[in-house]
């Protein structure tokens, strides 16, 4: 399995309060993505890093920052979480020379009351 | 823009029976396509890909695909299920400006003893 651990692997939390979920991974790869998952909609990209400090928003960025200050940690912020935004979220890191194939995290399940 | 349409949401099969879930990208370029499967409370693992070469791709547990561009499809296929089977199977398709995979909403598939 490739090495990417998220954490925390649940959490609970209410409206209106920020919430930092984290990827961490030991393969050195270059790229990695934050999804969220939710029925009937697959997987939605919210941002994306290509390279320490480089980082850009995807398919439903709003309400969501990134930060990647080294190769092997990418952060998920929700500035303000809203009910809107509980979802199962994934981690994933490709070494993408064109594109291969990504390698995800276990999931992070995030309940917002 | 990329997109994937995964045609079945829920499949119900008996055990040992044939399945098929069909996968249909929309693209007029080269595209590299993969499936996923995910079992429950788990993350993403890759079951194959299709990068070039071969258009039948086959998985280590008896799971194959079969690209066809002129169909535009890439439907995944095992002559004999086991329960061990059930999950949730994405199809993905690279194309996303960032160099991110497309993913499908998804089909869930139940065998059934």
């Known amino acids: 399995d490739a090495g990417i651990t998220q954490s925390p692997r649940h959490k609970v939390t209410e409206t209106g309060t920020p919430v930092t979920l984290r990827c961490h991974q030991t393969?050195?790869?270059?790229?990695m993505y934050w999804y969220r998952q939710d029925p009937g909609h697959g997987l939605r990209l919210i941002h994306y890093?290509?390279?320490?400090?480089?980082?850009d928003k995807g398919e439903v960025s709003d309400g969501y920052s990134v930060s990647r200050s080294k190769t092997e940690d990418f952060l998920l912020t929700l500035e303000s979480a809203t009910s809107s935004q509980t979802s199962v979220y994934f981690c994933?890191?490709?070494?993408?020379?064109?594109?291969?194939?990504?390698?995800f995290g276990q999931g992070t399940r995030l309940t917002v009351v | 823009a990329q997109s994937v349409t995964q045609l079945d949401s829920q499949v119900p099969v008996f055990e040992e029976a044939p399945v098929e879930l069909r996968c249909n990208y929309s693209?007029?370029?080269?595209?590299?396509l993969f499936w996923y499967v995910q079992y429950p409370n788990q993350g993403l693992q890759l079951l194959l890909k299709?990068?070039?070469?071969?258009?039948l791709v086959e998985s280590i547990n008896g799971f194959e695909a079969e690209f066809n561009k002129s169909q535009t499809s890439f439907h995944l296929r095992k002559p004999s299920v086991h329960i061990s089977d059930t999950a949730e199977y994405f199809c993905?398709?690279?194309?996303?400006?960032?160099?991110?995979?497309?993913f499908g909403k998804g089909t869930k598939l139940s065998v059934k003893p």
């Open positions: 393969e050195n790869h270059r790229y």
């Open positions: 890093s290509y390279g320490v400090k480089d980082t």
């Open positions: 299709y990068l070039s070469g071969s258009t």
């Open positions: 993905a398709v690279t194309g996303g400006s960032q160099g991110n995979l497309i």
């Open positions: 994933a890191i490709s070494s993408l020379d064109r594109v291969t194939e990504a390698f």
């Open positions: 693209s007029s370029v080269s595209v590299y």
